[in-house]
């Protein structure tokens, strides 16, 4: 069975600063991973989409990268500002189960302080 | 171009009342998720349209949850009656197609409590 972990749960930085979101997941078979983004109370953010072949994705200042292999993402912020407050959720689709349905992590809470 | 539509915002209602959400996909979207997310949690899939057929209502309470998507477009999500553990926030996505590689676009959500 499929399962997503993103660690930390919660972060918290200073402006400015380069900082990293992990994900892992526990099965390789997936057909992509998904970086979404969540403001409080609103809904979310397509922000990086990996496909299973790719091994990164570049949008801005982010930085997603997939190692399918090790069952793991990073989501590289670069340059910190306080309007990246938000929780980033990661999400794969596994290529087996149920309806390959969108398997998705808890998510980390980040918080750029000016 | 426009991205997904979800109407109210918010709605506070008392448990074993009725309520509704609607929802308008990006235009030419043939793909239509319906997402339930309890605080604190990921979104759990409610149920997927391609089309105006339903793909996956698994997680689906039909009890008391209903779906419909008539014209392959727009959706509405009811749930009758309404109990507290219902609160949560609803989010409705769509996406291009139903392959897999499709990326999936959300709307703002409908956050509801039920009291």
């Known amino acids: 069975k499929q399962e997503v972990t993103q660690i930390p749960a919660a972060l918290s930085v200073p402006e400015g600063e380069n900082l990293v979101l992990n994900c892992s997941f526990t099965d390789s078979a997936i057909y992509n991973l998904q970086w979404f983004r969540q403001d409080p109370g609103k809904g979310l953010t397509s922000l990086l989409l990996i496909q299973s072949s790719q091994r990164e994705q570049t949008s801005g200042r982010l930085n997603a990268s997939l190692d399918k292999s090790s069952g793991r993402s990073t989501l590289y912020i670069a340059a910190s500002q306080p309007g990246d407050s938000a929780t980033y959720l990661c999400?794969?689709?596994?290529?087996?189960?149920?309806?390959?349905?969108?398997?998705w992590g808890l998510g980390t809470s980040l918080g750029v302080n000016p | 171009e426009a991205g997904v539509a979800q109407s109210p915002r918010y709605k506070i209602i008392e448990k074993r009342q009725s309520v509704a959400f609607w929802c308008n996909p990006i235009s030419g979207h043939a793909t239509l998720y319906w997402y339930q997310q309890i605080l604190g949690q990921g979104p759990k899939l409610l149920i997927q349209f391609q089309n105006n057929g339903v793909v996956d209502d698994s997680q689906l309470p039909k009890d008391r949850f209903s779906a419909e998507r008539l014209k392959g477009v727009d959706s509405t999500l009811k749930i009758q009656p309404a109990k507290l553990e219902d609160s949560a926030v609803y989010l409705c996505a769509s996406s291009s197609g139903l392959a897999e590689a499709y990326e999936q676009y959300f709307g703002p959500g409908t956050r509801l409590t039920v009291t």
């Open positions: 999400a794969v689709r596994p290529r087996v189960g149920n309806n390959r349905k969108l398997i």
